[in-house]
């Protein structure tokens, strides 16, 4: 089977590198000073999380809590999460602390399923008790959800009059419009992974998708055939009949661009988008149901090995994070979804999010599902 995606490949040398993963039973940078604890946020993704952290939230943390110190340690795009986990595996197996007190990755979750990562509760971290429960057990009981965000159906008014409102509108809307729309594939991006997970849910039972969410079952996955079919056949529709981009950024470009009329987008990155000037302020983004598109969280985590004060300084400023002002910074600093109810939040803000309250959003497939539907995807679907 041919694959056709719109992507070079990419040839990485190996390197030896060192990572603020490392394993050390002592770090100075995390050693108290003049009657302070010193915490260290590693941050696995873009400089627009770590802006969050050092221009808006540590700030206000360090305002409120003077007695606590905290600076950041960033692995650019988590190009080395596999070698992060490694070393944090091997810390937490001899018993020895790692040079970070909390982590903000993608890769949290599974950590946390893996026992590398602290468990959580509402003792340690009262503001969990705001967080809708679905979302805290997708998560684990090792991960702490922080902010969200939720797919959504961006379009070009000036091509589309009237927008698409379900997903069979937007089936049939795709095939009566060749070459405008284009996803990208599931494996490089959550936006076009929203978009395949919505079609093969659209032939789930209720009881089946609650199952996805939340547990592994993989004899379900015979479920998806009907889903995967419809995507096959809707290939020769899509952007240059069946030419999928590689990863969110790109589908967003060629919307910008005004080479197709309409794509699945992240909620953030839209925000971003149009404020940056990648997509013009005339794109315009809803929301689809029957099925909705996903949204989903991203979590902290208190590496497993960490002393037990440091420990209880990383609860506080998860806890923080959770609270009513650090959620309104998330919103303002990121276009993040709050993750606790918007009737907490002050008006301005949940205005905002009016239309995607967390407790509302559609959670995608957990992460083995959503690990084998991508490889399935690649198997069945691009000509």
């Known amino acids: 089977m041919k694959t056709r995606v719109l ?23 995390n050693t108290a000073a003049d009657g302070k604890t ?27 809590h003077p007695k606590i110190t905290v600076r950041t340690s960033i692995d650019l795009h988590g190009e080395h999460d596999a070698q992060t986990q490694a070393n944090l595996a091997t810390a ?13 990755a993608g890769f949290v979750t599974t950590a946390g399923k893996a026992g590398l990562m602290a468990k959580v509760d509402e003792q ?18 090792s991960a702490i959800p922080y902010r969200a965000s939720s797919v959504l159906l961006a379009y070009d008014p000036k091509k589309v009059s009237d927008p698409p409102k379900t997903l069979d509108d937007l089936l049939a809307w795709i095939k009566a419009n060749p070459g405008e ?12 992974g929203s978009f395949v997970a919505t079609v093969l849910a659209k032939y789930l039972s209720a009881d ?86 996903t949204g989903s969280a991203s979590f902290l985590g208190i590496p497993k090995t960490e002393p037990a004060a440091k420990k209880a300084a990383a609860e506080e400023l998860a806890d923080f994070v959770l609270s009513s002002q ?13 993750v606790v109810p918007l009737d907490t939040l002050p008006g301005s803000v949940a205005e905002q999010f009016a239309d995607a ?12 599902f959503a690990a084998d539907m991508n490889a399935a995807w690649d198997a069945k679907v691009p000509q």
């Open 181 to 192: 729309f284009a996803y990208n594939s599931p494996s490089s991006g959550g936006s076009g």
């Open 92 to 104: 937490v197996k001899a018993g020895k602390s790692v040079a970070y007190d909390l982590v903000d």
């Open 38 to 64: 010193a915490l260290t946020v590693f941050i696995s993704g873009d400089t627009n999380v770590q802006d969050l952290w050092e221009k808006s939230l540590i700030p206000a943390f360090e305002k409120a």
């Open 326 to 338: 650090g959620q309104q910074l998330v919103a303002t600093a990121v276009s993040g979804y709050p």
């Open 7 to 29: 992507a070079g490949l990419a040839i990485a040398a190996a390197a030896t590198v060192a990572l603020s993963g490392c394993v050390q039973s002592a770090n100075a940078a």
């Open 357 to 368: 309250n967390p407790s509302q959003l559609r959670l995608g497939f957990q992460s083995d």
């Open 208 to 293: 089946e998708q609650t199952t996805m969410q939340t547990t592994y079952d993989k004899s379900l996955e015979s479920k998806w055939d009907k889903g995967f079919q419809v995507l096959k056949d809707l290939g020769p529709s899509t952007y240059q009949k069946g030419v999928y981009p590689n990863g969110n950024d790109q589908v967003v470009q060629l919307l910008g661009s005004g080479q197709i009329a309409m794509a699945p987008v992240w909620s953030d990155q839209f925000i971003t988008s149009q404020k940056t000037g990648i997509i013009p302020k005339s794109i315009k983004a809803v929301q689809i149901t029957d099925p909705s598109f």
């Open 124 to 141: 340690g971290i009262p503001n969990l008790k705001d967080v809708p429960e679905a979302t805290k057990q997708q998560g684990g009981d």
